[in-house]
């Protein structure tokens, strides 16, 4: 019993020493530079947007904040390397829906994103868009739907990968909607455009960029967007919303944010979230946000938290429904 009381009095008294050093290690924070993981190439996916937060994290942090790039693996490879950084706030994951879709659809992804991550908050949402070739007939998404109706076997959506959001996009288009078009599986999204533009697949979803370009090219048609609004960018094409459609999962489009590994000090997070609302105030990185289509939306981490654990609900139940297991 002496035993146990002097084993429990030293881990308290560690308890006690340790906790002035993680609450000083939080005041100094940040000291060095931050790294902040993304799963895409440069310029691809939410590359775009994790440098522009990047960019005003450096400046409220007084610290370089830098963006490594490491795809591959559906996103394991930079979540595992995220977790292998430490919880030390230097070492962050910019996640977007294939961090909670991916273990869905892989056994081995490595990683919990709940067990193994902590939220810091969102960061930004950027409408999905439905983009066809131009050689459909159809000038607007009811006239698509109805021709997924008539003509089934001629409609062709082309995707990325189970469990990529272009696939998920689609997914919950066709639910909506009530079609059953084929799937088409392509490599990259370049791929499947380029098949677009040359009619061999009628379309494919997209983020707002693709959107944005898209509508310049006399080879594609953007039949519609998600959101509450239409986007700025592109006033005269009609939200899904606006022809009946609801597609779950994406009501405010792709969503991107900041995790931290596990264990890493609250007042940590919390500073890095705070210095993250702050740059809705600056107004230069507001319209590089508007230049990518994309919409500045910061949360706290408490909120993030409450729609990942949404996300992953939703999504493992669609991806259940539709028979896919984890390989």
Known sequence: MHRLKCLAGAAALLALAIMPARADEAANYPNRTVRVIVAFPPGGGPDPLARIVASGLERRLG???IVENMPGASGSLAARAAVRGGPDGYTLLFADMTFIVSPHVMANFGVDPFKDFTPIGRAATSPFSLIVSATVPASNLSEFIKLAKTRPDDVMIGHTGIGTTPHLGAVAFTKAADIKPRFISYKGQADAMTNAMSGIIS????????????????KLKVLAVTGDKRMAQLPAIQTFGESGITLRGFESGAWFGLMAPAGTPPAIIRKINLAMKDIANDKALMSKFESVGAEFKPSTPEEF???????DKLWGATLNEMGVKPQ
């Open 63 to 65: 610290q370089p904040v």
């Open 203 to 218: 379309g494919l979803f997209s983020a707002g960029p693709a959107a944005m370009s898209s509508a310049k090219n006399d």
């Open 305 to 311: 938290r409450d729609h990942l654990v949404a996300q």
